[in-house]
């Protein structure tokens, strides 16, 4: 069956390290997004993709960065990690007027 | 500005009675989608049901139903018959057009406990 996967399912990192965040689908859905999910806020977008080489930043985009080299992945990378990025990342695809998302990730910069 | 409002952080409900859980929004946009998804313990985020805004029906999916009241700019979740397996945070969410295409915004969730 298609699907959407995301890894690590948990990491643990210290602040100013580089971290990079796996979305892989086989779907081969055109829409992309990566989301954070916090106490109080629900699901905020940080970067979102259309298609291959093409990125747009979300609401929460400052310290983030994607790329898209594939229809099938978007790895979503955490340049300097900070503690206020400790969060749930869920990555997602969208065909239609369905969204689909992954299992999330839960990262802790300590 | 907060473009969805749930205005209920916690609801419970009865085993086996109905429960409406609140969404409202704000977009100028005529065309735009509205959704609801459910996260359970375990985390992982389940649609369960979209309305349209030309849709002049109101979506079911089932034990779900999307109270849709365009004018007050509405759309709350109506789930009856409620069922232990219900308890979760539901998150009511918006399809919005930008320069680009099309992206979600998402409400804060309401958390559902149903009691036996």
């Known amino acids: 069956d298609a699907e959407i996967t995301q890894s690590p399912r948990h990491k643990i990192t210290e602040t100013g390290r580089q971290v990079t965040l796996a979305c892989h689908q086989t779907?081969?859905?055109?829409?992309m997004f990566w989301y954070r999910q916090d106490l109080g806020h629900g699901l905020r977008l940080i970067h979102y993709?259309?298609?291959?080489?093409?990125?747009n930043k979300g609401e929460v985009s400052d310290g983030y960065s994607v790329s898209r080299s594939n229809t099938e992945d978007l790895p979503l990378t955490l340049e300097s990690a900070a503690s206020s990025q400790t969060s749930v990342y869920f990555c997602a695809t969208r065909t239609g007027d369905e969204q689909y998302f992954g299992p999330g990730t839960r990262l802790t910069v300590t | 500005a907060q473009k969805i409002t749930q205005t209920q952080p916690g609801m419970f409900v009865q085993e086996k009675e109905a429960v409406t859980l609140d969404c409202t929004y704000d977009?100028?946009?005529?065309?735009?989608?509205l959704f609801w998804y459910k996260q359970p313990s375990s985390g992982e985020m389940i649609f369960l049901i979209y309305q349209g805004s030309y849709d002049e029906q109101n979506a079911t999916e089932g034990r779900y139903s999307l109270n849709f009241q365009k004018a007050r700019k509405s759309a709350n979740l109506v789930i009856s018959a409620s069922q232990l397996g219900d308890s979760a945070m539901y998150f009511c969410?918006?399809?919005?057009?930008?320069?680009?295409?099309?992206?979600?915004?998402f409400g804060p969730g309401t958390r559902l406990s149903v009691l036996p």
């Open positions: 779907w081969n859905h055109n829409n």
């Open positions: 969410a918006m399809r919005e057009v930008d320069n680009y295409g099309q992206n979600f915004v």
């Open positions: 977009t100028s946009d005529q065309s735009y989608g």
């Open positions: 993709s259309y298609g291959v080489q093409d990125t």
